[in-house]
């Protein structure tokens, strides 16, 4: 197909231009070849983690069975669209061959699952940080724990986190899986993902939105006196 000077002006325009982080535009062409059927909410809900391009991450909240892990897929598309690389999935074991089959098939996005196997593998081939990946990488809640140092060592452009209730007592000293992952990716934008960010008390979601800004609600004793009505007088 010969282009006219015309078509190789608007092709260039398409491959080139910039969009709002909370277009619709930004979207689209990272989303071309999903073999996946989004419903309004589900982009709805990428826009707004998208909202600010200074933001610190976002908690996505819906209920089960509504696509939270489709609206991480499209996040996860559109930094890989833009040659951000640096993605880190932390979910329960359970979860992790899920996680690596939607990727491909509906997003046909590259991802390995590493535990301990295959860490050492990695090791064993001169890799001294076996993170370092240019897939997608995918690990359990203790096996992070475990590899904190290794995970710090990377600069994350995202580090989904599925079924993130599991950090929602991260204010707490003896929560040691939550607080050993919170420091491991500190510095790095987070997605959240949860259909029950608040189970038994308020003072969980101040646990969760702490792991994505430490200063979202200031300190804890800060938070339990500005909510100190809502809470209940046993909470501690």
Not at 65 to 82: R, Y
Not at 114 to 142: A, R
Request: aromatic content about 10%; hydrophobic content about 40%.
């Amino acid at each position: 197909m010969q282009l006219t000077p015309y078509h190789a002006k608007y092709f260039a325009y398409e491959l080139t231009k910039r969009c709002s982080s909370n277009s619709i535009g930004k979207l689209a062409a990272s989303l071309s070849d999903a073999q996946v059927d989004l419903n309004p909410h589900q982009v709805e809900a990428a826009l707004f983690a998208f909202q600010s391009p200074l933001s610190k991450g976002a908690i996505l909240a819906d209920e089960v069975g509504l696509g939270k892990t489709i609206e991480a897929g499209i996040l996860l598309s559109q930094k890989w669209a833009e040659r951000k690389r640096k993605l880190l999935i932390i979910t329960p074991s359970s979860l992790r061959k899920q996680w690596n089959q939607e990727l491909i098939d509906k997003f046909f996005l590259p991802s390995m699952i590493l535990e301990t196997k295959p860490f050492n593998h990695e090791i064993k081939k001169g890799n001294l940080n076996p993170f370092n990946q240019s897939e997608i990488v995918i690990c359990s809640f203790h096996f992070a724990r475990t590899k904190e140092a290794y995970i710090k060592q990377i600069d994350w452009d995202l580090v989904v986190i599925d079924e993130a209730h599991h950090m929602r007592n991260v204010y707490k000293p003896t929560s040691r899986i939550a607080n050993t992952i919170e420091a491991a990716v500190i510095h790095c934008p987070k997605l959240l993902l949860t259909a029950t960010p608040l189970q038994n008390a308020l003072l969980e979601l101040y646990g969760l939105v702490s792991v994505i800004d430490d200063y979202a609600f200031g300190d804890l004793k800060n938070f339990k006196n500005q909510f100190s009505r809502l809470m209940d007088k046993g909470e501690d």
